[in-house]
T-cell receptor, first 112, second 113 residues
Framework: GQNIDQPTEMTATEGAIVQINCTYQ??????LFWYQQHAGEAPTFLSY????GLEEKGRFSSFLSRSKGYSYLLLKELQMKDSASYLC?????????????FGTGTRLLVSP | NAGVTQTPKFRILKIGQSMTLQCAQD?????MYWYRQDPGMGLKLIYY???????DKGEVPNGYNVSRSTTEDFPLRLELAAPSQTSVYFC????????????FGPGTRLTVT
């Protein structure tokens, strides 16, 4: 089955850069997603990686290494509104390509 | 364009009661999903559907049932509610394009006492 690991909690300062790591184990890897979830709200899509390398989208970037089973989400110029949980999710052959398996999420606290 | 809608937003059930959580999407998405999220945890898949008339179990289906009679609607039924079903329930949908970003509804907070 799939196993996804993320740090439980991270703290950072406004204006700084933070990297949130995600490691996974799956057979037939077919994509990795990052979602942002503010407290009490629904997850919202941030990024998608299926090939190795870096995908950049404004202040957010996501990196994937399929051979290492590793991804990270990079947040630059942190703002207070970036305080949220960040969920890593993987799609693979072993659980069906129509489904995502989510990690438990990393809670990021941004302080002034 | 409302996206994914869920009702109710909040509900308190007594042990043994039943209820249906409603989910609807207006994006003509084939794929729909039900998740539950316990405090401090990730999302666990309960059931999913790849189209009208087709449903399948996810990771934690026990105590739940679903139906998909139309593309738009995907209700989740709880029979004989138990305290272990206290959770936040999210419905999601996605198009089968290969780039399957899932769009989530606002969630239903359910407490069983």
């Amino acid at each position: 089955g799939q196993n996804i690991d993320q740090p439980t909690e991270m703290t950072a300062t406004e204006g700084a850069i933070v990297q949130i790591n995600c490691t996974y184990q799956t057979s037939g890897f077919n994509g990795l997603f990052w979602y942002q979830q503010h407290a009490g709200e629904a997850p919202t899509f941030l990024s998608y990686n299926v090939l190795d390398g870096l995908e950049e989208k404004g202040r957010f970037s996501s990196f994937l290494s399929r051979s290492k089973g590793y991804s990270y989400l990079l947040l630059k110029e942190l703002q207070m509104k970036d305080s949220a949980s960040y969920l890593c999710a993987v799609r693979g052959r072993d659980t069906g390509f129509q489904k995502l398996v989510f990690g438990t999420g990393t809670r990021l606290l941004v302080s002034p | 364009n409302a996206g994914v809608t869920q009702t109710p937003k909040f509900r308190i059930l007594k042990i043994g009661q039943s209820m249906t959580l409603q989910c609807a999407q207006d994006m003509n998405h084939n794929y729909m999903y039900w998740y539950r999220q316990d405090p401090g945890m990730g999302l666990k898949l309960i059931y999913y559907s790849v189209g009208a008339g087709i449903t399948d179990k996810g990771e934690v289906p026990n105590g739940y049932n679903v139906s998909r009679s139309t593309t738009e609607d995907f209700p989740l039924r709880l029979e004989l509610a138990a305290p272990s079903q206290t959770s936040v329930y999210f419905c999601a949908s996605s198009p089968p394009t290969g780039y399957e970003e899932q769009y989530f509804g606002p969630g239903t907070r359910l407490t069983v006492t």
